[in-house]
């Protein structure tokens, strides 16, 4: 049979350390677990997008510049930066350790405005059925929508075509011509492991533009944290992180460049049966193209409120919609804060979202 709906203050969508960081909050805020708020999560275990990132990616910051609010990330006791499984296992504990209510696996298919009804909760359809929420936090991350952009001839390809997000390792390039397509972190960290074993070829739509050797995460974050500073005494926008390069030099990039491999080409201009073309003529064959193209929002459940902007973002002030005041996103990207989307950054603005939704259940209750 049909539950009925089950009324919440809360909903939060998604198990990353987004909607973690916003039940911390949430939590010290005093709103009761289950009864006041509940986390949905689609994901079969704890970890967010980390579950599934390749097994040699490490962070680019040091484990106390990537912690969480309240509880330093624990040091790997390895030198260098932690994996991926360490942060895996930091979630899993913070999780554990403030008793989030997180349900999963629980996915949000839908968020609507009830029509017609005499409430001003919103609807939160799921599979393990319907909430009704005064205000609900979106926390769902990019993980889920990989983005591969379009080019003439991609379905006449013979070779293999993969999604970064599919790349397990180098294994499977051995011997083989692969083209490495993207500028950012990804397709340089892809590359400089890939051409251990494979003979690689790297197009990006810009020159890479790479950081000094000594800036990593640290510096990243204290550029982030003097642009949210900036804003706040109404200065100029200093555009961030994004100003100074996008390349972090992690010792595998490193020694790509050393080993003489980290040239870039302009994009092609389309792909053949058997490898890529570009507009003068040149063409390269090719057995594979690793697609280092990123990620767009993940925010198909919250298509019935039709709040989309032509970016495929939500217009937004801070982290609250500007179409709909009882919803907020926390993560994704810049867009929702300065750092909103890296562990360290994302503690504030999850507790500027928490501020506006006790204000609001305070001036409803
Ligand atoms: P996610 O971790 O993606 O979590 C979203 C969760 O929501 C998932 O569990 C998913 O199952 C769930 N979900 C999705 N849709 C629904 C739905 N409809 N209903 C219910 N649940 C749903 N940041 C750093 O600070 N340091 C780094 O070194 C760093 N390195 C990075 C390297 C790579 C390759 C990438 C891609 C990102 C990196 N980031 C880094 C950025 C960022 O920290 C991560 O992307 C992080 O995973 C974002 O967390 P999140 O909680 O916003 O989203």
């Not at 599979?127 to 005064?134: D, H, L, N, Q």
């Not at 490898?275 to 390269?284: E, F, K, L, P």
């Amino acid at each position: 049979a049909r539950q009925p709906p089950r009324e919440v203050d809360v909903v939060v969508v998604g198990g990353g350390q987004a909607a973690l960081a916003t039940g911390y909050y949430l939590r010290r805020a005093g709103l009761e677990p289950e009864s006041g708020y509940v986390i949905l999560d689609a994901g079969e275990a704890p970890g967010g997008a980390w579950r599934h990132m390749w097994p040699s990616l490490t962070l680019f910051s040091p484990a106390e510049f990537s912690s969480l609010p309240g509880w330093r990330m624990p040091m790997t006791g390895q030198s260098g930066m932690p994996p991926a499984a360490h942060v895996v296992d930091y979630l899993t504990r913070y999780e554990q350790r403030y008793d989030l209510p997180v349900h999963r696996p629980a996915r949000v298919t839908a968020v609507r405005r009830p029509v017609g009804a005499s409430t001003d909760r919103l609807a939160v359809e799921s599979s393990e059925g319907v909430y009704e929420a005064r205000a609900v936090v979106s926390a769902t991350g990019t993980w889920g929508r990989p983005f591969v952009p379009h080019y003439p001839g991609m379905s006449s390809f013979r070779g293999l075509q993969l999604h970064s997000a599919d790349y397990v390792g180098p294994d499977r390039f051995a011997g083989l011509r692969v083209v490495i397509v993207g500028g950012g972190n990804t397709g340089a960290q892809l590359l400089a492991e890939v051409s251990t074993v494979a003979e690689t070829t790297w197009v990006t739509q810009r020159p890479p533009v790479f950081l000094p050797d000594d800036v990593d995460g640290r510096a990243l974050f204290a550029v982030a944290t003097a642009r949210r500073k900036a804003l706040d005494a109404g200065l100029a926008d200093s555009g961030g992180v994004r100003g100074l390069g996008d390349v972090v030099m992690v010792p595998s990039v490193r020694e790509a460049r050393d080993r003489g491999v980290l040239h870039a080409s302009p994009m092609f201009e389309r792909l053949t049966p058997k490898g890529v073309a570009w507009a003068d003529g040149t063409h390269q064959p090719a057995d594979a193209i690793v697609w280092c193209t990123g990620f767009r929002p993940d925010l198909g459940h919250l298509a019935p409120l039709g709040l989309r902007g032509p970016d495929g973002r939500i217009p937004t002030a801070g982290t609250r919609s500007l179409g709909e005041p009882r919803l907020h996103l926390v993560g994704y990207g810049d867009w929702t804060g300065p750092g909103s989307a890296t562990l360290i950054g994302v503690g504030r603005t999850a507790r500027e979202a928490v501020d506006e939704i006790t204000a609001l259940l305070g001036s409803r209750s």
